[in-house]
């Protein structure tokens, strides 16, 4: 009994400093049969005598923002790529998401290899403002005499001509007045938005409420949705709210889907559903007016079911977060889910960016139809 | 065996602790929380929902008893945004005064059966009888000057706040 | 003006004096039996008083300091206490609280607008005299329109329908012709109506654009409303959220091959139009 205790004790310390060390470590990821993370122990060598090795270090430089040494790694396929442009690539530009993003792991697995050549795919983990951000990349490995060198083929974004465009959209400014206490003279009603329909359904995290809402009146809204679940006996269960999974700044007449989360709630406790819509007056602008082209249900690289497009800026305002929420529909016109992901690169007037949302596996065959809004936040206006 | 007896009268002093501090919590709760019904039938134009009438009476409540703390110890923190309008610039000037002249008053066993009698087609404005029923004391510097077992008419109309139903008006009337 | 109730003594030998008819804003004066001094209490709605005092002589009540119409208390203290309870009456009612709903009202609506008056004196105390309140309201281009109504327990309300023009309307409420309170409420075009649109392929896209959008009442619809645009063509979907300039709303659409293209603004959905590919 008396030499088993200090025994433990030592075992018990050792355990707690090797975990330490493995929380510690830069770019190391859960490890996963098959799949290399991006470890990040003190001392590494430059060794890029395989692919995996070399595309290692190639995103450790990447995290580490030594630009110089990553952009040297690279095999560039046109003179129009240079290092400037490869770091914009990485960091972002106009304010985007990126920009204020850190790559904080990452992990890789080989697709296929030869002698001369190989295809690695990488699952990046950002850490954003919004966040954690993952990204899924495919990387082109190539051979050369003194290793293995990330191909790098990703062209500039081409310019956006110098143009006048004009903003002639209408704005809403807030005036509170200045008046006395006068009881009833002060009158301006919030806006008048009404749900126009809910759907409550149990997912893998728990139970979903999704479904619209409008802004019916004349001015703009600043709407937050909130539900509350009830049991048998009418106790609330939960109470939650729709935060970034709407549209919160509604136009007149305009439509946005919304979706609260209830995690680790089954739908077999809940009763009853209470909603709760909350509109405020906002000082808004009409502008700008974003596109959303192309849109395209179809299977991701990892065969996941998404909802792929392009936004379009038609405006002469740089987005600089775009946030995509999309709804979905059945056949009979019902919301059977809302997806939402945030656009890591600004959108710049008169341009795209693509963007993709996940729908669950279980949903995709029953999606007849979907609406997609875009949130958007601009620098200039915060 | 000591240890022993020592646990068991340590137990037996918590376990009456507990109990009194019960009853004394009781005793003082039932003192201090008004109680309140509210009659809707003769509510017009409107119809006083469920939900509404709920919250009328827990917030009418809600400010007489914040009302009571607040003229019992010359402190307005209790109240919190539960008086706006007139009926607020009244408490508050009261509790001024009362402070300056070193005077308290008690407002005890209150009993308030409310009944509306008009509620807005907006919902925005509800109007209530109040018979209320009460010990009042006056106190001056601590000492009882006045005291009366008091059945009270007042007119009352409150309002919804950002969360909840504040009392814009509280005039006594010798009858409805 | 309304008569006050007589007094309530609390102990046996009255010793103050309440004059009756009390109302609000005027001073009063309290007897007292007895000689020597005293002290006087007086709290109320807002009131709490002490003050030395001389038995046998009258106490001046301020008209501050009986404002508020209510229940007061005046006690009088000389060795033992003794008090009298009386009431204040409001005044003459000179001012209103006139809350009108909504700020915003779509027009053709039954009932969309409701006010509601209530009759205050100079002190802001509810005159519960029953009062006649006339109710009067206009829009620009039509002749005034007004009703007359009697307080209860210090209230009135009316109700009525919205019109048919977008615009303000005029909304007074008046006691007699010295106290009148107006407010405005803003007549809006309701949800559009007949929505079409019309479109053509230019360089930069598919430009489609509606015709001026109007409600069932032919009035505009305001600059802002939004008009989403979609256009469905193959196996891919585009939309715009465009919102309206001079009644009409307009948007560029990416989209080759044959579309078919539909617009809806709120929950009022417009003509499609169908377009053939690029050549």
């Known amino acids: ?382 | 065996m000591r240890t022993h007896i020592h646990i068991r009268t340590g137990c037996t002093a918590v376990l009456l602790a507990l109990i009194f501090g019960a009853l004394c919590f009781s005793v003082f709760a039932a003192d201090s929380s008004p109680h309140v019904t509210l009659n809707v039938s003769k509510a017009s134009p409107r119809q006083v929902e469920a939900l509404t009438q709920n919250a009328i009476l827990r917030d009418y409540k809600f400010a007489w008893a914040s009302m009571g703390v607040a003229l019992q110890t010359n402190s307005l923190s209790s109240v919190n945004g539960l008086f706006v309008g007139e009926a607020g610039a009244h408490l508050s000037a009261e509790v001024k005064n009362q402070q300056q002249n070193d005077v308290s008053s008690r407002y005890r066993n209150q009993s308030h059966k409310l009944e509306a009698v008009f509620y807005s087609p907006e919902g925005d404005i509800v109007e209530l009888h109040d018979t209320a029923e009460y010990d009042f004391e006056i106190l001056a510097s601590s000492k009882s000057i006045h005291s009366e077992h008091a059945v009270v008419h007042y007119i009352v109309l409150m309002t919804p706040g950002a969360d909840r139903w504040v009392v814009r008006h509280l005039q006594a009337v010798p009858q409805f | ?279």
């Open chain 1, 1 to 382: 009994m008396k030499r088993t205790l200090p025994i433990v004790v030592v075992i018990v310390a050792v355990t707690v400093v090797l975990m330490f060390l493995g929380l510690t470590s830069v770019g190391r990821s859960g490890g996963t049969v098959g799949i290399n993370s991006g470890g990040a122990l003190p001392g590494f060598s430059s060794d890029t005598s395989t692919p995996e090795k070399a595309l290692n270090n190639f995103l450790l430089d990447i995290q580490k923002r030594n630009w110089g040494q990553a952009f040297a790694s690279t095999e560039r396929t046109s003179d129009a790529i240079n290092e400037q442009s490869f770091i914009q690539d990485w960091v972002g530009s106009s304010g985007g998401l990126r920009s204020f993003s850190a790559l904080e792991r990452f992990d890789t697995r080989p697709l296929h290899a030869t002698d001369s050549e190989a295809q690695m795919r990488v699952r990046l983990h950002w850490t954003t403002p919004v966040g954690p951000v993952e990204d899924v990349r495919d990387f082109r490995m190539t051979h050369r005499n003194d290793g293995w060198k990330v191909i790098w083929n990703e062209t500039p974004r081409p310019n956006v001509p110098a143009q006048i465009v004009p903003v002639n959209y209408l704005r809403w400014d807030l005036v509170t007045g200045n008046g006395g206490d006068e009881w009833g003279s002060h009158n301006v009603d919030a806006p008048h938005v009404r749900i126009v329909s809910m759907n409550a359904v149990d997912s893998a995290e728990g139970v979903v409420i999704m479904g619209e809402v409008v802004n019916e009146d004349t001015v703009p809204a600043f709407v937050n949705v909130n539900a509350i679940l009830l049991d048998a006996n009418g106790g609330t269960i939960d109470d939650e709210s729709s935060f970034d999974k709407i549209l919160h700044v509604l136009l007149p007449k305009q439509v946005s889907p919304y979706r609260v989360d209830f995690p680790h709630i089954g739908l077999n406790k809940v009763k009853n559903v209470r909603m709760d819509v909350k509109a405020t007056l906002v000082p808004a602008s009409s502008d700008p007016v974003i596109g959303v082209m192309n849109q395209k249900l179809e299977t991701d690289a990892q065969g996941h079911p998404v909802l792929h497009g392009e936004l379009m800026n038609e405006s002469g305002e740089t987005v600089n977060i775009p946030h995509v929420i999309a709804s979905f529909y059945d056949n009979s016109g019902k919301v059977v889910w809302v997806s939402d992901g945030y656009v890591e690169k600004a959108l710049l007037p008169q341009s795209t960016e693509t963007f993709a949302v996940e729908i669950p596996q279980s949903l995709a065959g029953k999606v007849q139809n979907f609406h997609v809004v875009v949130n958007q936040y601009s620098l200039e206006k915060s």
């Open chain 3, 1 to 279: 003006m309304l008569i006050l109730l007589g007094s309530i003594a609390m102990a046996q030998d009255a010793a103050l004096h309440i004059p009756s008819g009390l109302v609000a804003g005027n001073a009063a004066r309290i007897g007292t039996n007895g000689g020597g001094s005293a002290t006087f209490y007086l709290v109320g709605p807002g009131v709490s008083i002490k003050r030395d005092v001389e038995l046998g002589k009258e106490i001046s009540v301020a008209a501050k300091d009986l404002q508020a119409a209510g229940r007061y208390v005046a006690v009088i203290c000389s060795g033992n206490c003794t008090s009298q309870v009386f009431f204040v009456a409001p005044g003459k009612p000179v001012d209103l609280s006139f809350i009108v709903h909504p700020s915003r009202a779509p027009v053709a609506e039954n009932d969309a607008i409701s006010g509601v008056a209530l009759t205050f004196d100079e002190f802001r105390n509810l005159v519960l005299v029953p009062s006649t309140l006339q109710f009067q309201w206009s829009a620009k281009g039509s002749s005034p329109m007004s009703r007359s109504s009697q307080t209860r327990e210090g209230i009135a309300w009316f109700r009525t329908n919205s019109g048919k023009t977008a615009g303000p309307l005029q909304i007074s409420a008046a006691i007699g012709n010295d106290v009148t309170t107006r407010r405005v409420v803003q007549q809006v075009a309701s949800i559009p109506c007949n929505l079409r649109i019309k479109g053509q392929r230019t360089a930069k896209g598919i430009l489609v654009e509606t015709e001026p959008i109007r409600d069932c009442s032919g009035n505009p619809v305001p600059d802002g409303t939004v008009v989403t645009f979609t256009a469905r063509g193959g196996d891919h979907t585009s939309s715009v959220d465009a919102p309206v300039k001079q009644d009409i709303a307009r948007a560029t659409i990416l989209a080759s091959g044959p579309v078919t293209i539909s617009a809806a603004s709120g929950v009022a959905m417009g003509n499609e139009l169908r377009l053939g590919g690029m050549e």
